[in-house]
């Protein structure tokens, strides 16, 4: 019996699900399906060209290169201490309200976005500067690691972020403008999880004691002085990729450049420093390109089998409203958050369902900013939720995974009225963007 190409498709991504859940890591499970299933649909011999020509074309795209710069970035912003000075501050403007520190981990965070595109750094940061404080305090355990989980997650939402280049490598999306569309849903984020602190704190002050020393305006005033370097690189990086100035690869190594120097001329960069971070960067770079090697084979795959369009010929025949459609897709991010990591869910994920996005005329950018939104709330959630492991694993002794777990649970409601807020009024996401130049 010969089987249909969209049935081989189904069937391939049914194995490539099973390996997953096997151990079997994602780059070479999608690599193994998407050779095996183009093999069994056009011959060996064209599955040999693809596996030949594919992995080379994906990894040497100028658009990917983009990525080692943001994450050196993030390495960057980590081991110059940036961090520290950004909670400095936002603890002399927030210190003093009902959970404070709390607060003022939160606003750091969301600052510390702007340099770093990495979530597990800026929680794994937060977790050693602003642990300790809330801890000298006898701020609830619960309260202090699940602030520092969630704002961590922050930094896939706020500019520049690794995560949208991923879905830009994946979508037909510009990345200038996705990146844009970030800087407010990654603010109205920040914003709600202050306002849950706050209003929990008030409710019950035991979970935040309120600091008692007062802090003058001058003092308020001078300690602005820390977030110059985090405006500068804000304002070269998004600032040019707005004004169209430069690309987003442009951006990218223009921020980095501005970030090394910041480091250089506060005297915290020195050769080990510099070695430890082109290290890292090399890591992590090549670990997302082997993903994105695997999952370009898979995608070739998908195309020949033709079922992004079996689903498009399934969703014309049932005639399904594109909100329910989108309702879905984020449904089935929250499925998949609970054994995938962010880039392999959108890896596996993309090819099948944006050409049925692009079909019924949903804006790219309002959906991808969405599925960004969701890659956050999978950073924070059980089984996987690695920004929480994180956080577990540099609290003080004694915590417990459950109480971290738990103390993000009121931040995700406060993640869902977000995404409703996005859903149901697009302009939070699309009035920036659309005032762009060029």
Same mark, same amino acid.
């Given at each position: 019996?010969?089987?249909?190409?969209?049935?081989?498709g189904?069937?391939?991504?049914?194995?490539?699900?099973?390996?997953?859940?096997?151990?079997?890591?994602?780059?070479?499970s999608?690599?193994?399906?998407?050779?095996?299933?183009?093999?069994?649909?056009?011959? @060996?011999?064209?599955? %040999?060209?693809?596996?030949?020509?594919?992995? $080379?074309?994906?990894?040497?795209? &100028?658009? /990917? *290169? #983009?990525?080692p710069?943001?994450?050196?970035?993030?390495?960057?912003?980590?081991?110059?201490?940036?961090?520290?000075?950004?909670?400095?501050?936002?603890?002399?403007?927030?210190?003093?309200?009902?959970?404070?520190?709390?607060m003022?981990?939160?606003?750091?965070n969301?600052?510390?976005?702007?340099?770093?595109?990495?979530?597990?750094?800026?929680?794994?940061?937060?977790?050693?500067?602003?642990?300790p404080?809330?801890?000298?305090?006898?701020?609830?355990?619960?309260?202090?690691?699940?602030?520092?989980a969630?704002?961590?997650?922050?930094?896939?939402?706020i500019?520049?972020?690794g995560?949208?280049?991923?879905?830009?490598?994946?979508?037909?999306?510009? @990345?200038?403008?996705? %990146?844009?569309?970030?800087?407010i849903?990654? $603010?109205?984020?920040?914003?709600? &999880?202050? /306002? *849950? #602190?706050?209003?929990?704190v008030?409710?019950?002050?035991?979970?935040?004691?309120?600091?008692?020393?007062?802090?003058?305006?001058?003092?308020?005033?001078?300690?602005?002085?820390?977030?110059?370097?985090?405006?500068?690189?804000?304002?070269?990086?998004?600032?040019?990729?707005?004004?169209?100035?430069?690309?987003?690869?442009?951006?990218?190594?223009?921020?980095?450049?501005?970030?090394?120097?910041?480091?250089?001329?506060?005297?915290k960069?020195?050769?080990?420093?510099?070695?430890?971070t082109?290290?890292?960067?090399?890591?992590v770079?090549?670990?997302?390109?082997?993903?994105?090697?695997?999952?370009?084979?898979?995608?070739?795959?998908?195309?020949?089998?033709?079922?992004?369009?079996?689903?498009?010929?399934?969703?014309?025949?049932?005639?399904?409203s594109?909100?329910?459609?989108?309702?879905?897709?984020?449904?089935?991010?929250?499925?998949?958050?609970?054994f995938?990591?962010?880039?392999?869910?959108?890896?596996?994920?993309?090819?099948?369902?944006?050409?049925?996005?692009?079909?019924?005329?949903?804006?790219?950018?309002?959906?991808?900013?969405?599925?960004?939104?969701?890659?956050?709330?999978?950073?924070?959630?059980?089984?996987?939720?690695?920004?929480?492991?994180?956080?577990?694993?540099?609290?003080?002794?004694?915590?417990?995974?459950?109480?971290?777990?738990?103390?993000?649970?009121?931040?995700?409601?406060?993640?869902?009225?977000?995404?409703?807020?996005?859903?149901?009024?697009?302009?939070?996401?699309?009035?920036?963007?659309?005032?762009?130049?060029?």
């Open positions: 019996m010969i089987l249909s190409p969209h049935v081989v189904i069937i391939g991504i049914i194995v490539l699900f099973t390996l997953i859940a096997l151990g079997v890591p994602i780059a070479i999608s690599a193994f399906v998407g050779f095996i299933g183009t093999a069994v649909l056009i011959g @060996l011999t064209g599955a %040999l060209g693809i596996l030949y020509t594919v992995p $080379i074309e994906a990894v040497s795209s &100028y658009a /990917l *290169s #983009v990525i710069l943001f994450i050196m970035m993030g390495i960057l912003a980590l081991y110059g201490g940036i961090g520290q000075e950004l909670y400095a501050a936002c603890v002399k403007w927030f210190g003093r309200l009902p959970g404070g520190l709390a003022a981990t939160i606003a750091a969301a600052l510390f976005g702007a340099c770093s595109g990495s979530s597990v750094a800026a929680a794994a940061t937060f977790s050693k500067i602003s642990l404080e809330m801890k000298r305090y006898n701020y609830n355990i619960r309260l202090s690691t699940g602030s520092i969630v704002s961590g997650t922050l930094a896939a939402m500019p520049p972020s995560m949208m280049v991923i879905f830009c490598i994946f979508a037909d999306v510009s @990345l200038g403008k996705i %990146l844009i569309a970030g800087i849903p990654g $603010i109205l984020s920040a914003v709600m &999880y202050m /306002l *849950s #602190v706050y209003v929990r008030k409710l019950n002050p035991s979970l935040g004691p309120t600091i008692l020393q007062k802090v003058s305006l001058k003092e308020k005033v001078f300690a602005l002085r820390y977030l110059l370097g985090i405006a500068t690189v804000f304002v070269v990086l998004l600032g040019g990729i707005y004004l169209g100035f430069f690309s987003p690869t442009e951006g990218g190594a223009a921020g980095s450049f501005v970030v090394f120097l910041i480091v250089l001329l506060r005297g960069m020195n050769l080990h420093m510099l070695l430890l082109v290290k890292e960067t090399v890591t770079s090549a670990m997302i390109f082997f993903i994105v090697m695997g999952a370009m084979i898979f995608v070739q795959f998908l195309a020949l089998s033709r079922l992004p369009h079996f689903l498009i010929d399934i969703v014309k025949v049932g005639q399904v594109p909100s329910i459609v989108v309702v879905l897709i984020l449904l089935l991010y929250v499925v998949l958050g609970t995938l990591d962010n880039v392999g869910m959108m890896a596996l994920t993309l090819p099948v369902v944006f050409p049925l996005i692009e079909f019924l005329g949903i804006n790219g950018i309002w959906f991808g900013i969405m599925v960004i939104k969701m890659q956050e709330i999978a950073l924070v959630t059980p089984p996987l939720g690695l920004n929480v492991y994180v956080v577990q694993r540099l609290a003080p002794k004694g915590t417990r995974l459950g109480d971290v777990f738990l103390g993000i649970m009121p931040f995700l409601i406060m993640d869902v009225l977000t995404l409703a807020l996005i859903f149901i009024f697009p302009q939070i996401v699309l009035w920036l963007p659309a005032t762009m130049a060029g």
